[in-house]
């Protein structure tokens, strides 16, 4: 015996696309989609919180390098103000581990609600760019785990304690992360400008153009940004985001190449000059005289007509 098969309806992403969901089925959609990111992020946070002791031990390296804070192969202890500076200190690194465990679910249910507004090209090049922007992201962090690596020594041994005094946990912990933080947001800087590019907002001689602005704009913001007040990271930080500018405009030249942008017929002419003729125009020499058939006689003036006498007569 046959069973018809119930057809299907369209999906949430299909009617989200074509605008026939309502707004309150539209506001149901990013209830259900923040509750399952926050599912993924507590449960990333459980995660996280069997994963806090082995990130700290990395955390903590750079501090156990310094001159004089290994004793005995082990590697002293950091200062702690209050009894639950430890246990709050865990929280918080379960919580970034939990973000970092959760991601691909958060980040996939934020694209899904976002995606049905945006056209399939655009869709395509949000892929390239998150599939980008990752690496990105982790180089920076990587980076920043070598300053402070490099550079916690210079800090130490330019103060008045030297580098055998104990730093405070809560307030270590967060220079890493901030460190981590700022350097792996600042390498997503090239992103935007290639989405200016590839967007047609701006050429790639435009970009380039703004060479020596941006490299002055990389060095500004690392010396304001950088919690590392150190001469090492700021520098290399900025030497960084400018290699990653020029890297930008790189791939949009070889963008604009593939698009055949810069040769439009009016390329190279600026908005004010006037564009030379490419034809030589032939003179126009004067047509035969045409006579008239029968000579134009004037015709007669009429004369104005004769005024009207109007009288009236009185009524009786």
């Known amino acids: 015996m046959a069973f018809a098969l119930k057809k299907r ?41 069997l994963l806090a002791q082995p990130a700290f031990n990395l955390l903590k390296q750079p501090y156990c390098r310094l001159p004089g804070m290994v004793v005995d192969g082990e590697c002293q202890n950091f200062l702690m103000l209050a009894p639950a500076d430890g246990f709050v200190l865990k929280l918080k690194l379960a919580l970034w581990i939990g973000l970092i465990i959760g991601a691909p679910v958060w980040l996939y249910q934020l694209w899904a609600f976002i995606a049905p507004g945006l056209h399939r090209h655009e869709r395509k090049w949000a892929y390239l760019f998150v599939a980008i922007a990752a690496p990105l992201f982790a180089a920076g962090a990587v980076l920043a785990y070598f300053v402070v690596d490099k550079g916690l020594a210079f800090l130490l041994e330019a103060g008045v304690t030297g580098t055998d005094s104990q730093l405070e946990v809560t307030r270590y912990i967060s220079f890493v992360t901030n460190m981590i933080l700022l350097f792996g947001v600042a390498f997503e800087f090239p992103l935007t400008l290639l989405m200016l590019n590839f967007t047609g907002v701006v050429s790639a001689r435009r970009l380039l153009s703004w060479w ?85 006689v004037a015709p007669e003036p009429v004369a104005a007509p004769a005024p009207i006498d109007r009288r009236y007569d009185d009524m009786t």
């Open 212 to 296: 020596r602005a941006v490299v002055f704009i990389c060095f500004a913001f690392a010396a304001v940004a950088t919690p590392d007040p150190g001469p090492f990271g700021m520098t290399l930080l900025a030497l960084c985001l400018s290699l990653l500018y020029f890297v930008a405009v790189g791939v949009a030249f070889l963008n604009d190449r593939r698009k055949g942008r810069g040769k439009e017929i009016y390329a190279g002419i600026d908005d004010d000059e006037v564009s030379p003729l490419t034809f030589d125009p032939e003179p126009v020499e004067a047509g035969p005289r045409v006579d008239a058939s029968a000579p134009i």
């Open 9 to 49: 309806g369209p999906s949430n992403f299909e009617r989200a696309a074509d605008g026939s969901m309502t707004l309150i089925e539209h506001i149901r959609e990013l209830r259900t989609r923040l509750f399952r990111a926050s599912l993924a992020i507590a449960v990333g946070l459980i995660g996280g919180f």
